[in-house]
């Protein structure tokens, strides 16, 4: 009576597993059967803000449902990726992130609302975007080193803006000041769509913006460019410097990403992932990316968690030797 009833227990546990094994599959198969929400974390407008649009657009189109973005801007970042990260891990919530909400804040502050490394699936990394330095054009100084003899010769006179404490925007120009030695007041807004729009109307002097942000009113010759915060030159600006040829090593370049919540399940992830791939690879994609100044990097879900790891650890070092801190 007990053999019989240990193998009727063991029959319905096996039937229970085929059936949760049954219905993951139709819900791989079928997702996604309702539209999707993509969550970035900085106003419309911004260079993140670009990107995700572009790659929701694509997976719309390749899915056949809606990829509907929303904004949550605020704490650099840290407000929509919160927010994203406690969605429900069903794969209808993919969140972009960045640099700042996770390899860098983490170093910056002593915590932050999410563990940066560990509280979602990473999909695929799509793009690395270096900052540029810009200042209007007023501004007397036309290459970085004059740019840093006028502000030593000016001490508090001049103002940079930032997208809010601790975004690499910021960093950027508190990094500049500690190696140079220049002296600047820092004016944070809630992103670049606030932060652009001031430099613009010449009520603050320059900032450390990502490309896809500045290099349109740069081409358009609204602000000049002094460098890009890369060790290198980059493709879409091959005339204007790195700022490392007068700051050696200097490297601060943000990149974009998405994920989802952990524990939506595996094939759910790999669909996502797959797609987002998928669309990195029409040459329309990455027209539209170079256009903006953002540079396509793909990497699929293993190879973005180690470059986090390895951006994570760069931070580490660069906050450690610098000694910059938030809080």
Do not use: C
């Amino acid at each position: 009576m007990l053999q019989k009833a240990g193998r009727l227990a063991v029959m319905a546990m096996l039937a229970v597993a085929a059936i949760a094994t049954t219905a993951r599959a139709q819900t791989a198969a079928t997702y996604p059967d309702r539209p999707v929400r993509m969550i970035v974390g900085f106003p419309a407008g911004g260079a993140t803000d670009i990107v995700a649009r572009i790659i929701a657009e694509k997976l719309a189109a390749a899915w056949g449902k809606p990829v509907v973005v929303e904004n949550f801007a605020g704490a650099a970042g840290m407000t929509g990726t919160a927010q994203g990260l406690k969605a429900a891990a069903d794969g209808y919530t993919i969140t972009s992130i960045v640099g700042t909400t996770t390899t860098l804040l983490a170093n910056l502050r002593s915590k932050i609302p999410y563990d940066p490394l560990n509280d979602y699936e990473p999909l695929a990394l799509v793009t690395v975007f270096p900052n540029m330095l810009v200042v209007r054009n007023e501004i007397p100084a036309k290459t970085v080193q004059e740019l840093i003899d006028l502000l030593k010769a000016n001490p508090g006179k001049y103002t940079f803006a930032s997208t809010g404490f601790g975004s690499s925007v910021h960093i950027a120009g508190e990094w500049f000041k500690k190696a140079t030695g220049a002296d600047m007041l820092h004016v944070p807004f809630t992103g670049s769509s606030a932060a652009l729009p001031a430099l613009l109307g010449g009520h603050v002097d320059m900032e450390f913006d990502t490309m896809p942000t500045v290099l349109p009113p740069v081409q358009s010759g609204q602000l000049r460019a002094l460098g890009v915060g890369t060790l290198t030159r980059v493709p879409a600006a091959p005339d204007i410097p790195a700022i490392a040829e007068t700051i050696p090593g200097f490297d601060v370049a943000s990149w974009e990403g998405f994920v989802v919540p952990k524990g939506t399940p595996a094939d759910i992830q790999k669909k996502i992932a797959d797609a987002i791939i998928e669309a990195m690879k029409d040459p329309t994609v990455v027209e539209r990316f170079n256009a903006v100044g953002a540079l396509p990097v793909v990497k699929g879900p293993d190879e973005f968690k180690a470059f986090m790891k390895a951006d994570y650890e760069k931070w580490q070092r660069v906050t450690k030797e610098t000694g910059i801190k938030i809080d």
